[in-house]
């Protein structure tokens, strides 16, 4: 059985653990983002927008393709709750299932793995 994974969040800390999970994991994971933004807006440089200095468009990039190139499927919508006892994150739409516990796979039982695990749940 492929391990649940969901991820609240679609900016820098979201995107960065969906990927490395994806690396690490590969297809014995499956992964969910939930963003209540379809967009990464790359924050840094938002300064110089205001100066006139950029093209706010270029700073905004849709979040499903590059995820859906990547295996993992993104949800447009705010988590309203988390529930760790029942291990499901709740949007106003649906609930979204999840497994806390390290895969069942030897291979990425490693400390490092499960360190992701369980950071990978953000909420910033
Ligand atoms: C103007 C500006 C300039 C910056 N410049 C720099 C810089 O030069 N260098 C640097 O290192 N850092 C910089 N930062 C800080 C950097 O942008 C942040 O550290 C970084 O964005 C934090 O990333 P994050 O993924 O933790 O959270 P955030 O970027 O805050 O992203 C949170 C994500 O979670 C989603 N979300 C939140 N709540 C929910 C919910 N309930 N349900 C679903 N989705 C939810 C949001 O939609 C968003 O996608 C800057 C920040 C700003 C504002």
């Given at each position: 059985?492929r391990?649940k994974?969901?991820?609240v969040g679609?900016s820098?800390?979201g995107?960065?653990?969906?990927?490395a999970?994806?690396?690490q994991?590969?297809?014995h994971?499956?992964i969910?983002?939930?963003?209540?933004d379809?967009?990464f807006?790359?924050?840094?440089?938002?300064?110089?927008?205001?100066?006139?200095w950029?093209?706010p468009?270029?700073l905004?990039?849709?979040?499903?393709q590059?995820?859906a190139?990547?295996?993992?499927?993104?949800?447009?919508?705010?988590?309203?709750?988390?529930d760790?006892?029942?291990r499901?994150?709740?949007?106003?739409?649906?609930?979204?299932?999840y497994?806390?516990?390290v895969?069942?796979?030897p291979k990425?039982?490693?400390?490092e793995?499960r360190?992701q695990l369980?950071?990978?749940?953000?909420?910033?």
């Amino acid at each position: 059985m492929r391990t649940k994974i969901v991820i609240v969040g679609g900016s820098f800390g979201g995107i960065n653990a969906a990927y490395a999970l994806r690396r690490q994991l590969g297809d014995h994971a499956e992964i969910t983002l939930i963003s209540k933004d379809a967009e990464f807006t790359f924050l840094p440089s938002l300064p110089w927008v205001i100066l006139g200095w950029r093209d706010p468009t270029l700073l905004q990039i849709p979040l499903r393709q590059p995820l859906a190139r990547r295996r993992i499927d993104f949800v447009h919508a705010e988590v309203t709750e988390i529930d760790p006892a029942k291990r499901q994150a709740h949007t106003a739409a649906a609930q979204f299932p999840y497994d806390s516990g390290v895969p069942q796979l030897p291979k990425y039982s490693s400390l490092e793995v499960r360190d992701q695990l369980r950071v990978c749940f953000l909420l910033s």
